[in-house]
């Protein structure tokens, strides 16, 4: 079964009385334990697509399913604990909370959102610490490590909760090319280990080519497919 | 709770200047309260004290339509042995009474066989005077302090004006009820230190002699005063008191008595509101400056915060734990600013006790500034603080719950 299913997802933003449509007719498949990536220039509609994907906004038009659940049937208290249950989520920008160290970070997800307890959480921080590589930094606060770092924590954060998705807009766009490099090695390899599907975005094309799926898109339509563990349908490329 | 405890503190201490300024702005709004309550409290108590214990009691009891016309002291309105026999009987059976002193009140010509004015005079038991009024026998500033038969204590201005010393005999000329003058010579056994309020320049005399001026036939009692043994309970008994005294009717079938608290009584009771209403104010005004400084901060954590606020929604933290994370930073900034207040507020009230402060009320002198602060109020003060801590976090801490992850992420 499908772990992301699209069927002609449309996306219109109204700015004033101008209508921006940021999507038009989108229609895919993605399996789980997928690897994959959203490619396209900038206004594309990727980071509009992994918001969809993410329950963080609502098609305007078609079915957007995610692990079976329609998005556009979420309130926003469903909407949040369906996100905190089934996706995890690796920001461009890092974004960890400043007044949390690296520990506490990958922690959040467990305490807030989840509230598991404290032995459960301890083991599963420190296990995702050391496979991100974090250890040594665990009691550091996120200005006192580096990009790299930052977002190898963010991709602990995101995998702690034992998502069936994570999703990372464009998450190697602050960091240098050996870094970004590393980072989406890490991803993959987070993938083999813990079977999670992986949905990224970007626009740098020695980064796509980590991508075992990767759909082209262009002005809000889907131009292409190439891969394994992702499928372009109802909608001619 | 302890987690979202933790980042709230943590958040406050990241604008480290902010949440000071905050804070001491809360802080100095509850000292200023404290210490103006317990100033002015001091002061209204002195003059409550003052009143009550030198010369009107807690309350007062009359016969009805005597208060009416009091400024004449009408003799015509004591009341008479049947009726002082009952009220008796009420008074003896209420334990909340610590004593009552009978009082003859009367207006008469003072002579020292040189100079003649008119005097305002009260016949007392001295000992019984003394159980209501304690502060009374403290206002002697020379002479005994004991008053016999054949005794009378001078106001300390009527005393000085007629040149009347210790030990001179003067003669005192009251007319009774029936219109039949009378005179009596009594010796100048002590002089009153004047105190400001009603009654607070009259002279006593023993009520015996009193009765023999006024050739009463029977005692004949223009007022009894009252001492309560819990001040604080005074406005339960006079109701207690005043429904007893109802049913004591006279041959008409209207009531015999009336009672009237100090406050009835006194013109310093409105002093005493005014205090209060001050007080009351001083309190809106350090609500406003809570309100105000709180969400004027917690509007800007969230605005500062719109991008962290957008992460922690989007990771799937629920609508009602962001709320709780905005108002508990609101209310850690209340409860630090109500404790610091708190505590600087008790330092300011010991030194100004330590200072031995004194000021004047009316033409008494030197009374010592006795600052103090019941603790129910300072436990009040801070949980008002700390309500309106989180009332005026709640609306930036609803925004901050409400807003779209979406948005929230984009803000730049």
């Known amino acids: ?237 | 709770m302890g987690n979202l405890l933790k980042i709230a503190f943590r958040n406050l201490l990241r604008y480290k200047r902010r949440t000071l300024l905050t804070a001491s702005l809360i802080t100095i709004g509850v000292v200023f309260v404290l210490v103006f309550t317990s100033v002015t409290g001091s002061f209204k108590n002195m003059m409550i004290a003052q009143n009550t214990d030198s010369m009107l009691g807690h309350l007062q009891v009359h016969r009805k339509g005597y208060v009416a016309s009091i400024d004449n002291l009408p003799l015509n309105l004591n009341l008479k042995a049947g009726a002082m026999a009952r009220l008796e009987k009420t008074l003896n059976a209420q334990p909340e009474i610590a004593a009552y002193s009978p009082r003859i009140k009367f207006g008469a010509m003072f002579s020292t066989f040189v100079e003649t004015t008119n005097i305002r005079l009260n016949g007392i038991y001295p000992e019984r005077e003394s159980a209501v009024v304690p502060l009374l026998p403290a206002r002697i500033l020379e002479g005994k302090k004991s008053l016999e038969r054949g005794d009378i204590w001078l106001p300390e201005l009527l005393a000085k004006g007629m040149k009347a010393k210790i030990g001179d005999t003067v003669v005192i000329v009251a007319t009774n009820k029936e219109g039949s003058v009378n005179g009596k010579q009594f010796k100048v056994a002590g002089v009153l230190d004047s105190v400001t309020g009603p009654g607070g320049r009259d002279g006593y005399i023993h009520i015996e002699d009193a009765a023999e001026v006024l050739r009463m036939e029977g005692m004949e009692i223009s007022e009894v005063a009252i001492r309560l043994k819990d001040f604080g309970r005074l406005d339960s008994f006079q109701g207690k008191l005043d429904a007893l005294l109802a049913k004591e009717l006279n041959q008409q079938g209207k009531p015999i008595f009336e009672i009237h608290t100090w406050e009835k009584l006194s013109p310093f009771y409105n002093i005493a509101r005014m205090i209060d209403v001050m007080t009351f104010f001083m309190k809106l005004m350090l609500i406003a400056i809570v309100l105000v400084s709180i969400m004027n901060v917690m509007i800007m954590a969230v605005y500062e915060r719109i991008r962290e606020i957008g992460t922690m929604a989007a990771i799937g933290t629920p609508p009602g734990r962001i709320l709780s994370m905005f108002v508990l930073e609101g209310l850690s900034l209340g409860v630090g600013g109500a404790i610091l207040g708190d505590i600087a507020g008790a330092i300011i009230i010991f030194i100004l006790n330590m200072l031995k402060i004194t000021y004047d009320f009316g033409r008494q002198k030197g009374f010592v500034l006795h600052a103090g602060i019941n603790p129910a109020d300072i436990i009040v003060l801070s949980v008002i603080v700390i309500i309106i801590s989180v009332i005026a976090s709640l609306q930036p801490a609803f925004k901050a719950s409400r807003m779209e992850p979406i948005k929230a992420l984009r803000h730049v």
């Open chain 1, 1 to 237: 079964m499908e772990l992301v299913v699209a069927e002609n997802v449309h996306k219109v933003y109204q700015a004033g009385e101008v209508s921006i449509t940021a999507l038009k007719g989108v229609s895919f498949k993605i399996e789980p334990g997928a690897f994959v990536s959203f490619v396209g220039p900038s206004g594309s509609g990727k980071t509009t697509l992994l918001n969809l994907i993410g329950c963080l906004d609502k098609p305007s038009e078609g079915k957007l399913t995610v692990a079976g659940t329609d998005v556009a049937a979420l309130t926003r208290t469903a909407g949040a604990a369906f996100r905190g249950a089934n996706i995890g989520f690796i920001f461009q920008d890092f974004n960890l909370l400043p007044v949390l160290t690296v520990y506490e970070n990958i922690e959040y997800p467990l305490l807030m959102v989840q509230e598991v307890p404290v032995k459960t959480r301890a083991e599963r921080v420190l296990s995702l610490l050391g496979s991100v590589g974090m250890t040594q930094q665990k009691d550091k606060y996120p200005d006192q490590i580096s990009g790299g770092q930052k977002q190898r924590v963010a991709v602990a954060r995101a995998l702690v909760t034992n998502p069936k998705l994570v999703l990372a807009d464009e998450p190697t766009a602050n960091l240098d090319h050996k870094t970004a490099f590393m980072v989406i090695d890490l991803m993959k390899k987070m993938r083999d280990e813990f079977n999670t599907t992986f949905i990224f975005s970007t626009h740098d094309q020695k980064i796509v080519g980590q991508a075992e799926t990767i759909f082209n898109l262009e002005d809000g339509e889907l131009t292409g497919t190439q891969g394994k563990g992702g499928e372009q349908h109802g909608q001619p490329a």
